[in-house]
């Protein structure tokens, strides 16, 4: 996939790592860790993880202005990593208060706003060179997957730390817990026989005999258990800030570029004016996909809390094994690679070798695995990283095939009908949530109604399809379009229209509790189709700037 693109795609590539780790870490556990640590509600935290996740984007635009103005997009990046480096560091220290935790999130967000949009105008800007600006598309489709590499295995570090730390304090994990702690703390539960019933259990079988006691100490050790999670990702932008700092000086320096021919590149008032209109219209339609898209860390996440099974047979459990899912990551993309066609033998070879290991690594965890197997909810999160691991590839061949017979859609296009994908993952939940009652938190009636995981599994997976469409894409299309005098601020643009979806992620936690949860969904149809029915209306307007 690297073949023909200049080097700077690599350190991109491996840079932005650190980030989609702490980015899917934060996704996966963020909710979860407000509602235990501090008791809130799936609303109130709704609105914080919005409000974060809105930032994180949104100040894009600070960014971007940053690095137009000096023309300084490396360094720029550069104190961007150092700030969000700092914000792990402060999320990792247990004990502290709910303000505290905000102010956490903010230096996240705001390390992430000097970094983010700048180093995707950097990647752009390897592209403006016409030796390999015909490969721009494909090449944020690389760098879209390998941001995602790291995102992999977020998930499954961040449970195993948690699980690993609330049992080095003597319990088992047990999600329900927290919200009834809290409700017996603030003299709300009437009824403890199911918090005495659950206590004993994660105190491994023990009768707990003070509930007040039990209660504080099991908090402190849930709560401090995702501290940790959060140092692993900011040990994760440690690897990225080493990346960067080695090898930033292969990415394009658009300041001394510039001071060399001693000019700065100009387009007349009237191109500007109709690029940044189409890219307006363009921003206008990613708001709402990245508002169905991001429920995945929030309504879909309490959805797999409260509403799917909690363990897994042996062969559905080989999917939530980080390892064993790797094995099969790296089983199929070998497969891919032993009947690419132009593949050398010697390059056929190692991939049958790979093939071979992986389907004997698959079968070793599969004898291995229990004939149930419990797995924490976070765990959905890295079933979207993966699958754009497994995708892109598939996703560049399909548009390399059409481009070879001249039938590739325009950018705008495969944006349009990622809004349509969107819409039919949504679908898929919908019907999986059908006849499923509200869950009630008071109770936390261990028997009450959940369904399989393929509901879940097969909504990331069509998510992702529609991911691919339109976000890498997207991007190829702000960093060809963008004025080269704001190429910094049109990036941040493009990650401001995802603040704006961001900041109304509240509406679905708002309604998680309030509607049926197949109305939840409803909702995020509507809206992906209304999107895409906007965004073929203008559709020529789109194509004629691009």
């Known amino acids: 996939m690297f073949k023909g693109h200049p080097k700077g795609l690599y350190v991109a590539f491996f840079a932005n790592m650190g980030e989609r780790f702490g980015f899917y870490t934060m996704m ?24 974060f996740y809105g930032l994180i984007y949104g100040l894009a635009l600070v960014g971007g202005i940053i690095a137009d103005k000096t023309r300084n997009y490396k360094g720029t990046i550069y104190i961007g990593l150092i700030t969000m480096l700092g914000g792990y560091i402060l999320m990792t220290i247990p004990g502290f208060g709910l303000i505290f935790t905000l102010v956490a999130l903010f230096v996240i967000a705001f390390g992430n706003g000097l970094f983010k949009g700048n180093l995707q105008a950097v990647v752009g800007q390897l592209y403006d060179d016409p030796k390999y600006s015909h490969l721009r598309d494909s090449a944020f489709s690389v760098f879209y997957m390998g941001i995602n590499i790291g995102a992999l295995f977020a998930p499954s570090a961040a449970a195993g730390i948690i699980n690993w730390f ?3 304090q003597g319990f088992i994990r047990n999600n329900d817990l927290p919200a009834l702690i809290h409700k017996f703390q603030d003299g709300a539960l009437a009824d403890t026989t199911n918090l005495q019933t659950l206590a004993n259990e994660v105190s491994g079988g023990i009768q707990v005999t003070d509930l007040g006691v039990f209660c504080t100490e099991y908090l402190s050790a849930y709560g401090t258990g995702f501290n940790y999670a959060f140092g692993a990702a900011g040990a994760m ?12 000086r292969i990415l394009p320096d658009v300041k001394k570029a510039e001071e060399e021919k001693g ?21 206008g339609v990613v708001i709402f996909f990245w508002m169905a898209f991001h429920q995945n860390g929030l309504t879909m996440s309490f959805f797999a809390r409260d509403y799917t099974i909690t363990e897994v047979g042996p062969g ?4 939530f094994n980080i390892w064993s899912l790797l094995s099969i990551v790296i089983g199929l993309l070998a497969l891919g690679t032993l009947f690419k066609k132009g593949s050398s033998p010697q390059g056929r070879l190692i991939s049958g070798i790979l093939v071979v290991g992986a389907i004997a690594a698959v079968y070793y965890f599969y004898n291995n695995n229990a004939t149930s197997n419990p797995f924490a909810p976070e765990l959905f999160q890295h079933f979207n990283p993966t699958m754009i691991v497994l995708l892109t590839p598939v996703i560049i061949g399909l548009f390399a095939y059409l481009n070879k017979h001249k039938k590739e859609p325009s950018a705008p296009r495969k944006i349009g009908f990622g809004m349509i994908l969107a819409a039919f993952g949504f679908v ?40 691919l469409f339109l976000s890498p894409m997207g991007i190829s299309f702000v960093s060809k379009v963008s004025p080269p005098k704001y190429q910094g601020l049109m990036q941040g643009g493009w990650l401001g229209a995802t603040a704006l979806g961001n900041q109304m992620l509240w509406v679905g936690s708002y309604l998680y509790n309030r509607v049926a949860i197949w ?13 895409a029915a906007f965004i073929f ?6 194509e004629k700037v691009s």
């Not at 996966?28 to 409000?51: C, D, H, P, Q, R």
């Not at 932008?237 to 930033?248: E, P």
């Open 428 to 467: 898929i939940l919908l019907i999986g949530s059908l006849g499923l009652d509200p869950f009630d938190v008071m109770q936390a009636d261990p028997d009450h109604a959940r369904v399989g995981t393929g509901w879940l599994i097969g909504t990331y997976f069509t998510l992702t399809i529609a991911e």
């Open 237 to 248: 932008m440690i690897v990225s800030f080493i990346i960067y700092t080695l090898f930033k």
């Open 166 to 168: 609330i049992k080095s």
């Open 263 to 283: 000019q700065v590149v100009e387009m007349s008032k009237s191109e500007t004016k109709q690029r940044m209109t189409a890219l307006f219209l363009v921003f």
């Open 519 to 531: 109305q939840v969904w409803a909702i995020f149809i509507i809206l992906s189709l209304i999107a």
């Open 28 to 51: 996966g556990i963020l909710v979860f860790y407000l509602t235990s640590k501090f008791g809130l509600t799936e609303s109130n935290a709704g609105i914080i993880y919005s409000v």
């Open 537 to 542: 209306s203008v559709m020529k307007k789109l």
């Open 316 to 319: 559905t459990y080989l999917v």
